[in-house]
């Protein structure tokens, strides 16, 4: 079975510009997390779809926000940039998501310039 | 706030020593927890995992211990080896679907 795929691996933006980041879950995962890293903070959770629901969020603003498609991939948006977005996103995938183990992806590298 | 804490940021073994990694939790509410390792460039993975209803599981050079009147996990590698190095990250839940990371430790395993 083909892992989590994420894309793009890594990207470059400035501030007040927006990005959308893309992952695809395991064949047959309908479970999506999405988590920030940042050094110091380990991962961050974002949030959590399930059969296109967001079925949690994390403490980010607004300014986060994603959805999740009927073949269940899933994308995250980012609006109006700031220098502290840079991190590394993950996104996991997992069955049915609840106390499952979450098989992550590679990430992508965001920098905001 | 962070829920789940790994106070060491770094730690060194020698090969065939063994290697402790703690975390601390403070949500009272957590059942389930996790440990996953991280090599550079590559996503986290699922290393082991333990229930509430357990103080110890063991998968082979893996053991992870809880106790929960500390609020408090550990990870247990023995013998440790080389390829053991990377950054490890403890992970609770309760019954919800939300996970709470810690900040990861790195673990150096020297030959």
């Known amino acids: 079975k083909a892992g989590v795929t994420q894309t793009p691996r890594y990207l470059i933006k400035t501030r007040g510009q927006q990005v959308t980041l893309s992952c695809s879950p395991i064949s047959g995962h309908r479970s999506v997390s999405w988590y920030q890293q940042t050094p110091g903070q380990g991962l961050q959770f974002l949030f959590e779809y399930f059969s296109e629901t967001q079925r949690n969020k994390g403490n980010f603003p607004g300014r986060f926000s994603g959805r999740q498609f009927s073949n269940s991939r899933s994308e995250m948006n980012v609006s109006t940039l700031e220098l502290g977005d840079s991190a590394l996103y993950l996104c996991a995938s997992s069955l049915w998501g609840a106390r499952e183990t979450q098989y992550f992806g590679p990430g992508t590298r965001l920098l905001v310039l | 706030d962070q829920q789940v804490k790994q106070n060491s940021p770094s730690l060194s073994v020698q090969e065939g020593r063994i290697s402790i990694l703690n975390c601390d939790y403070t949500?009272?509410?957590?059942?389930?927890f996790l440990w996953y390792k991280k090599y550079p460039a590559e996503g986290p993975t699922f290393l082991i995992s333990?229930?509430?209803?357990?103080d110890k599981n063991e998968d082979g050079r893996f053991t992870v211990f809880l106790n929960k009147s500390a609020k408090h996990l550990s990870l247990h590698i023995v013998p440790s080896q080389p390829g053991d190095s990377a950054v490890y990250f403890c992970?609770?839940?309760?019954?919800?679907?939300?996970?709470?990371f810690g900040t990861g430790t790195s673990l150096t395993v020297i030959p």
């Open positions: 949500n009272s509410m957590f059942d389930y």
């Open positions: 333990i229930s509430s209803i357990k």
């Open positions: 992970a609770a839940t309760n019954t919800g679907n939300q996970f709470y």
